[in-house]
């Protein structure tokens, strides 16, 4: 045996040097195990972290669904994705489809001058005139549509008037009111395109809407919404979102020909071989913590996203698939 006791006092030197020595090595070797540990443990700590951020991530969006089936219940469709406000009266008329999705939802919606001329009951930019236009798009429609009117002094979302004809009086005018749809954190509200609190061109001017983003750590892009206008067929977009995001995810058809269904362009075309995902309600997608939406488009579930050529896509979190796209 090698074990030494200090009770004995007879330790000769040789022994406390072999002793210094193999605490060195055992010191090396604990060294080198923690290390290995740290190494095998970290990642598995970290991806569990990820886990539980994506998870709260997916669990939101399936609130968000909630929401949208909420306001559904109260107004019988989904809210559109696209679709122009009207300040004033005049805008309506040269804007069919946005008066009839409008229409659609307030069927008694007052598209006359009758109750504007005296009041600004539709400044609904707060600017204090009423002939602005308010473009909604993607997750500024979502935004919009589950939160309702804005009051431009507290930014507190205030949801619709019950009033038929005039569902845009705010909170103080008409008390009487449906929605909010979704509790949303004020913190994380952003405006993507700058065009919430400014319009742009005079008289007529151009506005937008505010966004609202995910809590994923340093976050800085906002959920999309896409709908399938009740199964009509969700609309190719003209102009790409944050300039990468062009078409909503596709279900991936491995019969057909086509050569690069994975890689759609702006105002591309997809056939009928391509249907998307939620093909009869609405997408919604979260950037990731990358903050690229990616291109959309076909999603493989059986291919991993690099398949798509497309940085950006992988860590998406959407409403049809359940958890990263990444595999
Ligand atoms: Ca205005
Ligand atoms: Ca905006
Ligand atoms: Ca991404």
């Not at 909420?70 to 805008?91: D, H, L, M, N, W």
């Not at 309506?92 to 409008?102: H, K, N, Q, V």
């Not at 205030?158 to 949303?184: I, M």
């Not at 199964?231 to 990468?244: C, E, F, K, V």
């Amino acid at each position: 045996m090698q074990t030494t006791s200090p009770a004995t006092g007879a330790v000769p030197p040789a022994r406390g040097q072999r002793r210094g020595g193999l605490t060195l090595i055992e010191l090396l070797i604990v060294v080198v195990i923690i290390g290995m540990l740290v190494a095998m443990i970290a990642p598995a700590l970290l991806g569990a972290f990820s886990t539980a951020r994506d998870a709260a991530v997916i669990n939101e969006i399936k609130q968000l669904e909630s929401a949208v089936t909420a306001f559904k219940a109260v107004y019988g469709i989904e809210p559109p994705s696209r679709v122009i406000i009207y300040e004033a009266p005049a805008g309506w008329t040269g804007d069919t489809e946005s008066r009839a999705l409008i229409r659609r939802i307030w069927p008694q919606y007052d598209f006359t001058t009758a109750h504007h001329a005296t009041n600004f009951n539709r400044d609904l930019t707060g600017d204090g005139d009423a002939d602005d236009e308010i473009r909604l798009n993607a997750g500024e429609a979502l935004v919009f549509f589950l939160g309702g009117v804005v009051n431009r002094s507290t930014g507190a979302a205030e949801g619709f008037a019950k009033n038929p004809a005039r569902p845009f009086l705010s909170a103080s005018t008409a008390a009487s009111r449906e929605g909010p749809f979704f509790e949303f954190d004020p913190a994380r509200y952003v405006d993507l395109d700058s065009n919430f609190s400014t319009g742009s061109g005079a008289g007529n001017a151009v506005w937008g809407w505010r966004e609202y983003r995910d809590n994923l750590p340093g976050q800085t892009k906002p959920y999309l919404y896409f709908s399938s206008r009740e199964g009509r067929g969700y609309q190719t977009l003209t102009t790409a979102i944050d300039g990468t995001f062009v078409d909503v995810y596709r279900v991936f058809n491995p019969t057909s020909s086509t050569a690069t269904p994975n890689a759609p362009g702006v105002g591309a075309t997809f056939s009928s071989a391509y249907p998307a995902h939620k093909p009869q309600t609405f997408q919604i997608i979260s950037p990731g913590v990358d903050g690229f939406y990616g291109k959309g488009g076909v999603f493989n579930p059986d291919k991993p996203l690099s398949w798509l050529a497309d940085v950006g896509d992988y860590d998406n979190l959407t409403n049809f698939h359940g958890g990263r796209l990444k595999r």
